[in-house]
């Protein structure tokens, strides 16, 4: 059977497979295990169909609770779906970042850093969810609370830093029609959007250089989520989720 990374669920843009990784223990990551996505209130009823049909069965939703009312999420509500959902905001809406914007990498270690508690309910909500099935996982875009997440998931496993980077740096080439779209609609604001952009753009040394704080601070991504919390149980957990075993 032929595998895809890219999953086009119409509606969204930036859903991924994370199987199909190598990882120092000599197997690739489980195709089917966990899929990263943008909002998936955006997908059509075909959209919807498919992410049924591929085997869903917990959502963990990361986005602002202000982000959740207004585009709600439609697994929230128990039904016939039978999906597990998880509403767990990365950020703190009440200790929100500071707007003295640096970097992106910048950004993504002080959310580590910071939101240790809610980091470590997100990583405990994949650990724990059921067996069958896979686990998606979205913000808004997919690309920066989901990047996060994603490339501690991956760490878990071992997967080589310089391969988290590419799935990361991959959503800029999901995303590209929906900011070509972005400027199209909006030519008075064409240099002010590109300029943002460039800030915002997922780049292969924006996630290395978040792994390297995790390195450098904690001793590496296992370190860190024993620091915020996580048991070897928990950990163990991931591990037989993303390599279907426990190495």
Known sequence: MERRRILAWEGCLNIRDLGGYPTAYGVQTRWGAVVRADTVSKLTMAGHAALLAYGVRTIVDLRLPHEVEAKPNPYAMPGEHGIAYHHISMIDPAEFPPKDFTTLADNYKMMLD?????????????????PKGAVLLHCVGGKDRTGIAVALLLGA???????????????AECLRPEWEETL???????????????????RVEVMLELLDHLDRRYGGVDPYL?????????????????LGYVP
Do not use: F, K, W
Request: hydrophobic share 45%.
């Open 184 to 202: 199209r609609h909006n030519p008075e604001r064409r240099q002010e959007i590109e300029r943002e952009l460039e800030v915002m753009m997922p």
């Open 157 to 171: 496993v071992r997967v080589p830093y310089d391969v988290i980077a590419a799935d990361y740096a991959l959503t």
């Open 226 to 242: 024993r620091h915020i919390g996580l048991t070897d149980l928990e950990l163990e957990l991931i591990r037989a989720r993303l």
């Open 114 to 130: 910071r939101y240790t508690d809610r980091v470590a309910s997100i990583i405990h909500a994949i650990a724990h969810a059921s």
